[in-house]
């Protein structure tokens, strides 16, 4: 497959703030608080590890499709 990794993003409404994912990342981008979860974009190396240890599968890979505008 030919793409490139656009964005890790969180899907908020399937997230039940476990916290698992914070634990996993290296790049210690991820933010959970009280209520809500967010990946600081900047901070983010791609690296994925967040996406595969999600229980409940809301982190997303979002891709950058090439030849497609
Ligand atoms: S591991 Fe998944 S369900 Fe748990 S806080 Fe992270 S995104 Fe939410
Ligand atoms: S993809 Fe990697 S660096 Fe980005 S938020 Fe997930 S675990 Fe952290």
Redesign the pocket.
């Known amino acids: 497959m030919n793409y490139k990794i656009k964005a890790i993003k969180?899907s908020i409404g399937?997230?039940?703030?476990?916290?698992?994912?914070?634990g996993v990342c290296p790049a210690d981008a991820?933010e959970?608080k009280e209520s809500s979860?967010i990946i600081i974009q900047s901070k983010c190396t791609k690296c994925q590890n967040?996406v595969w240890?999600?229980?409940?599968s809301?982190?997303k890979i979002i891709e950058e499709k090439k030849n497609e505008k």
């Open positions: 969180i399937e997230c039940d703030l476990c916290g698992t994912c914070v991820i959970l979860i967040c240890i999600c229980p409940l809301a982190i």
